[in-house]
């Protein structure tokens, strides 16, 4: 099927089932169990530079790719409920701060997709962890438009400079910032340079999901092939591994 096709076929469907599950089309759910079963956690890694602290929930691979897509591409807003709960739920405990920030969008973004689905995902977390959301003050003053094929180098001269605090009175002291998928984290970065800039002490980040860096995809695909040899207690097998 041409894929104009596919894309309309996927928005009426939306239209006529707006329950069924973003990443996989079932009816169970906006976010359906199975497809929550089928979401990896996003090993441990430290921070990003410019940032106190990140938590990453997810690989991005699908289901959770899907659902993002859903949610940015399709516009199906609800679909930030149904991750912010997941998210909520994967993490034993929020991040320490004192307010949810979503990254925002520039605002020609924002019109042409009618919200910010960062800030739905941060108004979603709120609800759970009885935190305020700052939506106003941070703002993305530039538009720096896809970054999808520059690395981290590039992307942060592309985003330096692209965020200001805008408000008459400081941002909150430890700042949660909210985005969907993470990815080198220069966009992060630019936000926590501003907001430091404006007075806060700790700027720490959450996301729903990263892709894993090519080193670390090699060393998890490692780690699967490990995982699926004999145990290592079998001596022939231990040398093999080492
Ligand atoms: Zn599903």
């Known amino acids: 099927m041409p894929s104009f096709l596919a894309a309309l076929l996927a928005r009426l469907l939306d239209l006529i089932f707006p329950d069924r599950c973003a990443a996989c089309g079932s009816g169970d759910g906006l976010l359906c169990t199975a497809c929550r079963t089928a979401l990896r956690p996003y090993p441990p890694e430290p921070p990003p530079p410019g940032l106190d602290g990140v938590a990453i929930a997810w690989l991005y691979d699908a289901p959770v790719r899907r659902a993002v897509h859903a949610l940015k591409y399709r516009r199906r807003r609800r679909v930030a409920g149904a991750l912010g709960d997941a998210l909520a739920a994967a993490l034993p405990s929020p991040p320490p701060g004192d307010a949810l920030m979503p990254v925002p969008l520039h605002g020609g973004r924002l019109a042409e997709r009618g919200f910010n689905q960062s800030e739905e995902l941060a108004r979603r977390l709120a609800q759970h962890w009885g935190l305020p959301v700052v939506s106003t003050g941070l703002e993305r ?41 993470l990815t080198t984290g220069a966009t992060l970065a630019a936000c926590a340079e501003a907001l430091r800039a404006a007075g806060a002490h700790e700027v720490r980040a959450l996301a729903l999901a990263r892709s894993l860096a090519p080193a670390r995809r090699i060393q998890a695909a490692h780690q699967a092939f490990i995982a699926r040899r004999e145990p290592p207690d079998d001596p022939a097998s231990a040398r093999v591994l080492q």
């Open 141 to 181: 003053v530039r538009d720096t438009g896809h970054q999808a094929g520059l690395d981290r180098r590039a992307r942060l001269s592309n985003v330096a400079g692209a965020f200001v605090w805008r408000a008459a009175a400081p941002p909150p002291a430890r700042v949660l910032l909210v985005d969907d998928v």
